[in-house]
Structure formats: C-alpha cells, structure tokens
C-alpha cells in the first residue's frame, strides 16, 4: 500500500528566508506526486505534480519541489518565503495502479514577518 | 459552474439523525471524490466515482456512509445514525479523467454531531 510522511507538523520561516517543506513516500512502481495548499476555512489548492521528466518541477506562487527517487523524497521548496505563504500544506502520491491520492498528515507553515 | 460545489458549507445535527451532504462538481470533470478532514489528522479517502463506472468504495469508514452520484454529475454523500467520531471536514474534488491533472476541491461542509 502507498503512503506519504510528511515529517514536520510545524515549519516555522522568517520572511525573506528560503523554505523547506519535506515529504517522503512510499509506493510501488513510479510514483505520481502532488502538493496541495490549504489556506483558513478554505478547499485545498493544486500547487504542483511530478509525474515524469524533469526532477525539479515548478508551480504556482513560486513554489518549486523535487522528485529525488533514490531518497524517495518530494520536498517543496520556496527561494524566498512571504507572509501570505503562512498555510497547510499537504504532499500526496498515487501509485500508477490506483485512481485516488493518499495525502499526508499535513505541514503548518508560518512565515514570519 | 466555475468551482467544485458543496452545500450546507456548515452542519450541526444530533447524534443518531441522518445528513446528506452535495457536491457539484466541475462541468466536464467526469471524475469526482469525497475525503474527510478530521482536525489534525491528514485527508482520508472516502469514495471515488468515474464516469459511469462502478465506483470504488474502499474508503468508506462503515456500513453507515454511503455515496451516489446521479447523472455523472451531483453527488451525495449519506451519513446515517451520525455518531460524534463522523464529526469532520467532509471535501469533494473532481478532476478531468483522473488525478493525473490534479483535483480541484471544493470548500467542504464542517459537519459537528452533538
């Protein structure tokens, strides 16, 4: 069965700061991989996917993640974090035999002003 | 319509009463499903519909929840003799065929059984 892990219930980022939200997964064959934002009293929005080609894969909002396989890791990264990036951030995979994502627990990130 | 669709946004209801919770999906979207968000906890796998095919029920937690979806479009999401443990963020997406082009979520209904 597939998984994701997503280490940290917190991140917390000065402004201005890069960012690092991590995610690891575990799935059989090639994975396919997502992040999604939450923000308050909101539905989840599509960030960005890896589902083949180019390890480091760009989204919206500045938002960039890499698909390292040998560490079975798609951390979300962020060169310069602001204040409005302050949200729930979940990491979610697909194995190519199924149909519905499995989500993480989630990432609380706060960026400080 | 524009955004995936779910009403009540809000639900209250005594514990042993029945909900029903709708969906709209996105026009086109021939793919829709329900998760639910308990707090602090990651998005659980409900149900998942596809097209006119049967659809895959593996998330459903017990006997009590159920799910159709009418015309390949609207869905409804059936809670019966609510418990307080059913007490979540329920959130219907829909993509276009699959989740290979991602979900669009809709806001969810927080339902509360008191």
């Known amino acids: 069965a597939q998984s994701v892990a997503q280490p940290e219930d917190q991140v917390n980022v000065a402004e201005g700061n890069p960012l690092t939200v991590k995610c690891t997964y575990s799935v059989s064959g090639n994975p396919y991989l997502f992040w999604y934002v939450q923000y308050p009293n909101r539905g989840l929005q599509f960030l960005l996917k890896?589902?083949?080609?180019?390890?480091l894969v760009k989204g919206s909002y500045g938002f960039e993640a890499e698909f390292n396989k040998s560490q079975t890791s798609f951390h979300l990264k962020k060169p310069s974090a602001l204040v409005s990036d302050s949200a729930l951030y979940f990491c979610?995979?697909?194995?190519?035999?199924?149909?519905?994502?499995?989500f993480g627990s989630g990432t609380q990130l706060t960026v400080l002003p | 319509g524009a955004g995936v669709s779910q009403s009540p946004s809000n639900k209250v209801t005594e514990k042993g009463k029945d909900v029903e919770l709708r969906c709209d999906p996105i026009?086109?979207?021939?793919?829709l499903y329900w998760y639910r968000q308990s707090l602090g906890q990651g998005l659980e796998f409900l149900i998942y519909f596809q097209g006119n095919s049967a659809p895959d029920k593996s998330g459903l937690p017990s006997d009590r929840f159920s799910a159709e979806r009418t015309g390949g479009s609207v869905s409804t999401l059936t809670i019966q003799r609510t418990q307080q443990e059913d007490s979540a963020v329920y959130l219907c997406?829909?993509?276009?065929?699959?989740?290979?082009?991602?979900?669009?979520f809709g806001s969810g209904t927080r339902l509360t059984v008191v």
């Open positions: 979610a995979v697909r194995p190519g035999s199924a149909r519905q994502l499995t």
């Open positions: 997406a829909s993509s276009f065929r699959d989740s290979n082009y991602g979900y669009t």
């Open positions: 890896y589902i083949t080609g180019d390890n």
């Open positions: 026009s086109g979207h021939t793919a």
